[in-house]
């Protein structure tokens, strides 16, 4: 399905700056339409009239006039949510990727559109709102599971960095990957699972805290870098008893603007970061010249030229977004002065360019629902086949197959396909559900988070695939080798574990092993025969060889917070060694004498 490039074009209010320079009004805007007036009045046509008064005119899928607060034609942030926004929450709950960017001269209110303020929420947080909103409803009426990631990051002097990095990671420079499926990627970006708009909320925040900015003649909060948030959205449900994964990637950028050295008076530190800004903009504006010219006639022209994705970062991650699989937007903001002319009528025409791009989003549907789609298209064949009476014997299978062999084949195929799909989804939804726990991405790694105390199983089982992690409730937690009424809590299989073979006992925060009579355990490779208190780090042996590496996440957060202010070694204090005890082994965890 091919779709172009929605474009829409937004003018704001005169700037005290520009009130400040007496400038005139150079915008008009009629319908869809929006025309700039050219203020050299000096210069006459043959016609005898002024050229300003005929001006250059661009049609566009919406023009916004945001000029006057006061007018009754003025365009309010919800009204643009409403307009493009809505086309977004649309996109992801179908399955599609989206992508929409703000483009414009430094100060012309890109980072309003997106942003927004305090009082006035921008397309980002609208969007965001609206995810969840809808969320809650299709989670009673279609019984559908969601989740939902977001990712934050710069573009700032051609350099990615990451604007939600853990403590480890913070400041580091990111990498920009592509895979061969997926497209381009930020390596190593950290994606924080969220369970609601005021998780939301919260990152952004702290990401927008971390952006650079700075105060220029033109913007006295001018962004110094290109800000991509993207959400990763997943929706699972059953769909006329079939299983419907689909999976939609979200970029919301605010650009930084373009601009002119002269104009901003830029010198030093300043001076580079507009010219890094320029070299990307210009680059986009490239692609966008070099896409529409190969789109024409609502397809793609059979000739293909050279696209320059890779000369920027920027464009080289908006690759999917820009002729790609994805429903494009482009917002275009604009000033309405005759001092930002030249800015304005660049920015017009490649607003006016971009609407020829085509691209051709897909739904990114799971493969495994795929294949039971397939699947089920096949046994409708099939079963048309017998009701017509056939007995063709199928080639493709092995010799003798019958049509109805193969229906039974493909039915308990499916079957299996979609048990095993309810459940993965039932399992994830229950943990996620959790508020102890949660998941992020972290590159091609799986980061857990937990709040609880918690056991990580680092057995020696080398035919072992998963991680295990066992939460230590508040109160009593059962170990033991099972068969016991009522059941423990935690069941282990392995080598001289008792049916009941200790307790975990958690006391607001303070968790103390308690072995039973006769079980082996060891803390730190010392065993232990009475109650000891556990801190963050120790490794825990329950009978002969099931290992244990103990986590307190709120104790790690207080020796991280030590180690910052140089009063914690971090060497050997904490943590799981291998190496035989010392006679200092017990200074990790004390026991009851």
Known sequence: ???????????????????????????????????????????????????????????????????????????????????????????????????????????????????????????????????????????????????????YFEIYNERVRDLLPNIEKKGCELRVREHPKDGPYVE?????????????????????????????????????????????????????????????????????????????????????????INRSLVTLGIVISTLADLCVGGGMKRKQSFIPYRDSVLTWLLKDSLGGNSKTIMIATISPADVNYSETLNTLRYASRAKNIINKPTVNEDSNVKIIRELRAEIAHLKALLSAGSQITLFEQPAG?????????????????????????????????????????????????????????????????????????????????????????????????????????????????LPLSGARCAIDWVEVTKPCLLTQGVSIQLGRATMFHFNHPQEAAQLREKRKSGLFASSNSTGFDFSMPSENSFSHFRCQT
């Open 1 to 151: 399905m091919a779709s172009s490039v929605r474009v829409a074009v937004r003018v704001r209010p005169l700037s005290q700056r520009e009130k400040d320079l007496s400038a005139k009004v150079i915008i008009q805007i009629h319908g869809h339409e929006i025309s700039i007036l050219n203020t050299k009045e000096n210069f006459h046509s043959m016609t005898g009239e002024p050229f300003w008064e005929r001006g250059k005119t661009f049609s566009y899928d919406l023009s916004y006039n945001s000029m006057n607060s006061t007018s009754p034609n003025f365009v309010t942030q919800e009204k643009i949510f409403t307009d493009l926004g809505t086309d977004v929450l649309q996109a992801a709950f179908e399955g599609f990727n989206a992508c929409v960017f703000a483009y414009g001269q430094t100060g012309s209110g890109k980072s309003y559109t997106m942003m927004g303020n305090p009082v006035d929420n921008g397309l980002i947080p609208r969007i965001c709102e609206g995810l969840f909103h809808h969320t809650s409803g299709m989670l009673q009426r279609d019984k559908a599971s969601f989740h939902m990631e977001v990712s």
């Open 188 to 276: 190593a970006l950290s994606r924080h699972q969220v369970q609601s708009y005021t998780d939301v909320g919260q990152l952004m925040e702290e990401g927008n805290r971390r952006r650079a900015t700075a105060s220029t003649v033109m913007n006295h909060v001018s962004s110094r870098s290109h800000a991509i948030f993207t959400i990763r959205f997943i929706k699972a449900r059953f769909d006329t008893e079939l299983p419907s994964e689909t999976v939609s990637k979200i970029h919301l950028v605010d650009l930084a603007g373009s601009e002119r050295a002269g104009a901003t008076q830029a010198t030093g530190t300043r001076l580079k970061e507009g010219a890094n």
């Open 401 to 513: 197959t019958s049509v109805k062999e193969k229906l039974h084949q493909d039915e308990a195929r499916v079957q299996e396909l979609t048990k095993q799909w309810a459940n993965r989804w039932k399992e994830i939804q229950n943990i996620l559900g959790e508020e102890t726990v949660a998941l992020r991405k972290e590159g091609i790694g799986v980061v857990i988070d937990s709040q609880m105390p918690y056991l990580i199983s680092i057995g020696e089982d080398l035919l072992s695939t998963g991680v295990v992690l066992y939460h230590l409730k508040e109160g009593r937690t059962s170990v033991g080798a099972g068969g016991t009424e009522p059941e423990q809590d935690i069941v282990l299989h392995g080598e001289a574990l008792q049916r009941e073979h200790c307790v975990f006992e958690n006391q607001r925060g303070a968790v103390t092993l």
